[in-house]
């Protein structure tokens, strides 16, 4: 549970220390700003965050960085320059990105042409109508057709041959008709092949000389960078300007702040002789929502905040991401042999990685996908699609088997039921004091009951005892799900129908809980993909002596290469959609808004 708790603060000072005020703040950066109100500062609000006042947009210097950034050689740096126009600069560059990208299209095009003309030799048209009005009319023929040419009674000529194709012109005064040959003519345009080679040429030249400016004005990229911070920070300072209050004689702020922050707001205001007010949210507040981990869960905090970000009274879901993700890709992947071949290209990236915090961060996550993959596709005996032999420790490990489809589909609804009880519970702890905390025990008593049913309902005795539970379950939802109050006839008519209500989403959790079935579904198919290309590799060794064992090895690189990519794919998105659609609709019932502080941006260097 570690969502940081926040105070509401106001910092209060003269409208002359307003300067001060501000840009002290933005120097803490620990202030989420919140606007003091009205529609119309809302408005001057959202126009301040648009962009800078100058001429040169944001949007556009991002694309002239970016254009910059991704040249194929970078210029030493000019650190400072006094003749340095930004906008100047930034003109330059965007008009070179959109030349290049003319003259790459046009390089395509001649490109694209010279390879439909070039088979057809140097053809030039005369410029006037030849003699008897004849004209050119081109054909290409596959060369299994090339028996229709004795239909054409306007002559014809063959002026090329490939492996497919026969290359025809016909002679005719005007154009044949659309069935003399079974394929439609070919346009090849009035440019001689010459005339297309040396465009060509000077496209290359042009583009050449396009990416050596480009290449010259990566020099000034610092220079860029440094500008659009600045400009950044211009932006939120006229935005929090916006979100303050000012009259005659004072103005202050008001926003969010981290508990363990609020000491610093207050000394920087003594020491700039403002006044601070600070007290814990209302009930009726909607704080917003700062996820604090440790460095080495940075990257659980970042997939808990990608699709919704939990309310401020809830809890973090970082912890139970960072373990139920790589579980999940570990299902849906189900070979230990994959599993190696990803615990490799992490190897390659591992110093890499290990440059940034952040980058720590994913090489763990990472860590736990592999070391995850490994341990799992070892208990389904799956080593690219090779189970293990008969005797020794791999086929001791190997507890489960992917063809045994009742007991994996029991295993991954158990894991579902699992998922979605731990989300109820959570749940639960977040309404401890409410009164329709109960419920939540319900889904969680319908949910186990439910499945044990189905998993040990062969036993009279489980069978009886699950039934039991479920049913307290329904009472539960049925009686605790509403939150209507007072004693009266109608209110415990509203009581009835919320709670019937309710048990409406019955369907719905019994939907969630099969959802589940994808980790089976999903592991079976990367499992059957890999055993049907190793058949088709030892098919084709047998059948093509000699060249056997290269073709065998294309099969296995190719198709497990395919195969791993899908899986990967499978696992990335599976593995998230059950934790954000499943587990987080359980799990969470109110969604919240990020911290955003107030903050000066620091420049990135190239």
Known sequence: MSIAPVQHIAVIGRIADKPILLEGLQDLGCIHITPVSTSDQLNTLNDALSGPADDTTTADIDKALKFLNDAPFQRRQVIAQHDFSIDETIAAVLDIKRRLRVANDKRDYLLARIADVEAWGEITFPEKEPQAGLRFWF????????GQLKQITDPWVVVATDDRSSYVVVLAENEPSPDLLPTPRVHIGSEPLSALKAALHEAEIEIDDLVAERIAF???VSLISAHL?????AASLRAADQASYSDADLCFVQGWTPEDDAGRVEEFAIANGLGTTCSPPAPRDAPPTLL????????????SMFYQVPDYRSWDPTLMLLISFPFFFAMILADAGYGLVLGSILALYWRRLGKTPRGRSYRLLSARIVLGTCFYGALVGSYFGVAPPDRGVLAAINILSINDFDTMMKVSIGVGVLHITIANLLSAYVLRRQPDVLSKFGWIAVCVGGYAIYAFGDDPLIRNV???IACIGVALIFFFSSLAQGQGFGSHIKRGLDGAQALAGAMTAFGDVLSYMRLFALGLASASLAVTFNQLAVNAQAALPGLGFLAAALIILLGHGLNLALGIISGVVHGLRLNYIEFFKWGFDDEGYAFTPFAKKQMETA
């Open 466 to 468: 699950s039934s039991f």
């Open 229 to 233: 911070t600045n400009v950044t920070n």
């Open 218 to 220: 990566t020099r000034f």
């Open 139 to 146: 054909y290409l023929l596959p060369r299994r057709a090339k």
């Open 292 to 303: 604090r981990q440790s460095a080495a869960r940075q990257s659980g905090v970042d997939l």
